[in-house]
C-alpha cells in the first residue's frame, strides 16, 4: 500500500486517498523534470478532487502549485503577461501554505520561484533551477 499524505492546518487535518497522492507524486516528478505542463495536469486532477472536502487554504495551496507551473512554463515561452499575472496569483494562494504542503517545502519554491517574474525583459534565467524539495 502507497503512503498517503497527511495534511494539517489550522486544526484541520486532511489525508489523500492514493489517487490523491498518485496526482501529487506525479506532479512533483513532472515538475522537477521540467514538465511543468504535465505537473500542471497532474495538481489540477488533485485541486479538483480536493474541492468537494478541503478547506479553502489546501485548495488554494494546490492551485498555487498549478500557477507556479505554469507560469514557468509561460517563462520558457517568453511571455510576460503571463509570468507576471501569474507570479501574482501564486504568491497570494501560497502564502497562507508557506510552513508547507503535503510534504513539500513551499517557502524553497516560492524563494525559487520568485525571481523569475522580474526576469520578463531578459528571459535570462533557467527554469531548471527550480525544484519541488520536500
Known amino acids: ?11 484541520e487535518h486532511m489525508e489523500l486517498s492514493e489517487q490523491q497522492a498518485e ?3 506525479a506532479g ?4 522537477n523534470t521540467g514538465r511543468f505542463w504535465h505537473a500542471h495536469e497532474d495538481w ?6 480536493l474541492k468537494p472536502n478541503a478547506s479553502q487554504e489546501l485548495i488554494d495551496g494546490v492551485q498555487g ?6 507560469m514557468l512554463l509561460n517563462h520558457e515561452r517568453r511571455k510576460v503577461r503571463g509570468v507576471t ?5 501564486a504568491s497570494a494562494k501560497l ?14 519554491l516560492y524563494t525559487d ?14 527554469t531548471r533551477i527550480v525544484r519541488i524539495k520536500q
Open 1 to 11: 500500500m502507497r503512503r498517503r499524505c497527511l495534511e494539517s492546518i489550522g486544526g
Open 23 to 25: 496526482w501529487l507524486r
Open 28 to 31: 512533483i516528478e513532472n515538475f
Open 44 to 49: 489540477e486532477e488533485l485541486w479538483k478532487s
Open 65 to 70: 502549485l498549478i500557477q507556479i507551473a505554469a
Open 85 to 89: 499575472n501569474l507570479w501574482v496569483k
Open 95 to 108: 502564502e497562507p501554505v508557506m510552513e508547507g504542503l503535503f510534504g513539500i517545502d513551499i517557502s524553497s
Open 113 to 126: 520561484s520568485e525571481p523569475f517574474h522580474r526576469d520578463v525583459e531578459e528571459f535570462t534565467l533557467d
